[in-house]
C-alpha cells in the first residue's frame, strides 16, 4: 500500500539525563570511562553492594498487549501478554524496590521487525522519510527511551529494512545499539559501538563500574546478504567476545555484561554456510573468561537461569533468556564486595518475571496510543474479497488453498521478471506454512487478513535448480515429519517439528506433483516426484520461486545459497500478495488451488 501522508504530532523526548544517576557516566564504544575524582574508598564508606540488570530481547516491535492479524487483545493458551508497556511496569516495580541508581536495562536485539507496527514505520510512514519530509519517530524508540534503556545489542532483524532504516532508528534512540561483530565491511572496524561502561554509584566508596559487551548474530551476512553484502561483515560471536572481553577489564571494569543476540545450544539452522555458530551465547560463556553474566536472545524460548563453567578460568557464567515479544523480563542480581579499592562478584542470581498480571504503563500509551490507532486503521483497510473462507489450520500436513495463494503470487511474479531464457525453463515455488492459526475469511479480505498469512518481511527470489537438487531440496523439508510407521495411527498434534524443525523452516513445493512418505525413513521420504505428469529427470533445470531468507541459506536447505539467480526483487511478497488481491478484486481459489501434494504411508494416501 502506499505510504499516506498524515498529521503528526511533536512526541516529546525524555532527556537522556532524567532519572539516570546510572546511566550518567555511560561510555560507549572504544573510550574508557572517566576516571572520577572520588574513587578512593572512604573509611565510612560501605564494603558490599547490590545491583540488578534486568533484560529484554527479541520485542520485535510489540509496544502494546496487542495481536494486529486477529485486531484484538494478545492472548494464548499460556495466558502470556505481550508488548513493552506492560515490562516497563515491572521495570518501575524493580526501580522502585531496589532504587533507581541500583538498576540497568539493557536488550538483547530484535526490535524494529516483526508486527505491522513495524511494517508501518519502515513501509508505510517510514522514520527515514518521504518525498523530503522529516519521517516520525519509532515507537520502539519512544517507548524504549521513555523506559530508560542503557543499551541493546543488534538484532539479525534490524537489518531486514536495509541499513538506512537502522541508521535512522539509532539515531533515534538515547541509547547505544552495540555489535561488536558487526563490523565495516572495507575497514573492518566496528560499524556500531562494541561496548559501553556505565557507572553505578555507590555513597563513600568507588563506583562499580560494569562493562556491557553486545554481539549479534552472523546470520546477517546470509538471511540479509541483499541489504549487507559489501558493507557490513558479522566474525563469529567468541571471536569478537575474545578480543573485546579483556579490553573492558583493562578499563577497569569490575562487571562485564554481555547481551547476545544468539542462542546457546552451540546449534546453526544455516549448516556449514557459515564458518560462524548460530547459537553461541553458550561457547562465549565456555570459552571466553572474564565474564559475569549473559543476555540471550534470538531463540524465543524462555530460561529463567542457567550455568556455564568458563573451561580456562572455572568461574560460573550466568545466563538468562526471557522468551520474546515482552512475554517475560530477566532479572539478573549481582552482590559485590569491596577489595583494595575494587568491586568483586560475590554472588549472582537470575530469575525471569511474568508481566501479565501488572496494567500497561499509562504514560507510554499515552506516548504511543495515535501510533498504535494509525497501524490498527491501515490494517484493517480492505483491498477485495474473497470468495470462500480460507484456512491455514491444516497447512502443515496438507495441501490447502491457502497455501497455494502464496505460490501463486511467487509465481506470477517471477515468470513476469525472467529473461527470454529463462522463461523457457519449467517454474516452481516453494513455501513456509508461517502460521497455523492464518484465515482469510470469505467476504471483505483486508491487509491484516495478508499479513497474518504471511507474517515475515521477505522478499523474493527466483533460483534454478536441477532436478536431482530440487528431489534433495524436499528430502531436506521432509525431515520436518516424524517417522510413522505402516500401519500405525497418525496423530497430526505429534506428526510435525520432528528435529527441533519449525513450522518457518518447513517448505512445500506448487508446481510439481510428490508424495511425501512418512513411513520411510529421513532422506528416502520424496516418492512419484513429476513435472507436469512426467517424472522429474536429475538434469532439469528449474526455476524455482523462493522467499529471499531461504534463497541466502536460511534453515540450512541444501543447493538454494548457492544457486544461480533468475530474478531477484526488494518488494515485500506480503505486498505483493496484497497488489494480487487489490488487481483481481476477488480472491478466488479456484483460480490457483491444486492438490499436488500428500503425505502417504507406504504408498497409501494418509488425508
Known amino acids: 500500500m502506499p505510504a499516506h501522508p498524515m498529521n503528526r504530532r511533536q512526541f516529546m523526548h525524555t532527556s537522556a539525563a532524567t532519572g539516570a544517576a546510572v546511566a550518567a557516566a555511560g561510555t560507549v564504544g572504544l573510550a574508557a570511562a572517566p576516571a572520577r575524582a572520588a574513587d578512593q574508598q572512604s573509611e565510612k564508606g560501605p564494603r558490599t553492594w547490590s545491583f540488578s540488570i534486568l533484560g529484554t530481547t527479541d520485542l520485535h516491535s510489540h509496544v502494546f498487549d496487542w495481536d494486529y492479524y486477529k485486531d484484538a487483545a494478545y492472548s494464548d493458551s499460556k495466558g502470556n501478554s505481550v508488548g513493552v508497556a506492560r515490562v516497563a511496569t515491572l521495570i518501575k516495580q524493580q526501580r522502585e524496590a531496589k532504587g533507581e541508581e541500583r538498576v540497568l536495562l539493557v536488550d538483547a536485539g530484535d526490535i524494529i521487525q516483526g508486527t505491522s507496527l513495524a511494517y508501518y514505520f519502515a513501509r508505510v510512514d517510514p522514520i527515514t522519510g518521504t518525498d523530503g519530509k522529516r519521517g516520525p519517530r519509532h515507537p520502539m524508540a519512544v517507548a524504549m527511551n521513555h523506559m530508560r534503556y542503557d543499551a541493546a545489542a543488534l538484532g539479525n532483524h534490524e537489518f531486514n529494512y536495509g541499513i538506512d532504516v537502522l541508521r535512522k532508528f539509532e539515531s533515534q534512540c538515547h541509547f547505544p545499539l552495540l555489535g561488536a561483530n558487526a563490523l565495516d565491511a572495507k575497514t573492518l572496524r566496528p560499524a556500531f559501538a562494541p561496548y559501553t561502561v556505565k557507572r553505578i554509584c555507590v555513597p563513600g566508596a568507588p563506583d562499580i563500574k560494569v562493562g556491557i559487551l553486545g554481539l549479534t548474530n552472523p546470520g546477517i551476512a546470509l538471511w540479509d546478504k541483499d541489504n549487507v553484502s559489501g558493507k557490513m561483515v558479522f566474525p563469529g560471536l567468541v571471536e569478537q567476545a575474545k578480543k573485546y572481553v579483556p579490553r573492558l577489564r583493562a578499563l577497569g571494569c569490575d562487571v562485564v555484561f554481555l547481551t547476545d543476540h544468539s542462542g546457546l545450544d552451540g546449534s546453526s539452522s544455516y549448516g556449514d554456510e557459515l564458518p560462524y555458530v548460530e547459537n553461541a551465547s553458550n561457547l562465549v560463556a565456555q570459552q571466553v573468561p572474564g565474564i559475569d553474566a549473559i543476555l540471550v536472545g534470538h531463540t524465543h524460548v524462555e530460561v529463567p537461569s542457567y550455568t556455564v563453567k568458563n573451561e580456562e578460568n572455572g568461574e560460573d557464567v550466568l545466563l538468562s533468556e526471557p522468551y520474546c515479544w515482552g512475554y517475560r523480563l530477566s532479572v539478573f542480581d549481582f552482590e559485590v564486595e569491596l577489595h583494595h579499592g575494587r568491586w568483586k562478584v560475590t554472588g549472582k542470581t537470575a ?80 513455501a513456509a506454512p508461517f502460521s497455523r492459526t492464518a484465515d482469510i475469511p470469505q467476504g471483505d479480505v483486508t491487509i491484516k487478513d495478508i499479513a497474518g498469512l504471511y507474517i515475515y518481511d521477505n522478499t523474493l527470489y527466483g533460483k534454478k535448480l536441477t532436478g536431482a537438487q530440487l528431489k534433495d531440496y524436499l528430502e531436506y523439508a521432509a525431515k520436518y ?48 516426484l513429476t513435472y507436469n505428469g512426467t517424472a522429474v529427470a536429475d538434469d532439469q533445470v528449474f526455476v524455482v520461486a523462493v522467499n529471499n531468507y531461504r534463497a541466502n541459506g536460511g534453515s540450512g536447505y541444501p543447493h538454494i545459497a548457492s544457486a544461480g539467480i533468475a530474478y531477484s526483487s526488494t518488494n515485500e511478497i506480503r505486498q505483493l500478495m496484497i497488489d494480487y488481491v487489490v488487481a483481481k478484486g476477488t480472491l478466488d481459489p479456484a483460480g490457483f488451488a491444486v492438490t499436488n501434494w500428500k503425505l502417504t504411508q507406504a504408498g497409501t494416501p494418509v488425508f
Open 351 to 430: 530469575q525471569t518475571l511474568n508481566p501479565n498480571t501488572v496494567a500497561e504503563d499509562p504514560e507510554i500509551s499515552k506516548l504511543l496510543e495515535a501510533d498504535h490507532e494509525l497501524v490498527v486503521k491501515y490494517v484493517n483497510t480492505a483491498v477485495g474479497t474473497c470468495a470462500a473462507d480460507l484456512s491455514a489450520a491444516e497447512s502443515c500436513w496438507k495441501d490447502v488453498p491457502i497455501m497455494d495463494f502464496i505460490h501463486e503470487v511467487q509465481m506470477q511474479t517471477v515468470k513476469a521478471g525472467l529473461s527470454a531464457s529463462d522463461a523457457a525453463l519449467p517454474l516452481i515455488s516453494v
Open 481 to 528: 515429519y516424524h517417522q510413522v510407521p505402516s500401519g500405525t495411527a497418525v496423530n497430526t498434534a505429534t506428526l510435525t517439528n520432528a528435529n527441533n524443525f519449525w513450522d518457518y523452516m518447513y517448505d512445500t513445493a506448487a508446481g510439481v506433483s510428490y508424495e511425501i512418505d512418512i513411513a520411510q525413513a529421513e532422506g528416502s521420504r520424496i516418492k512419484n
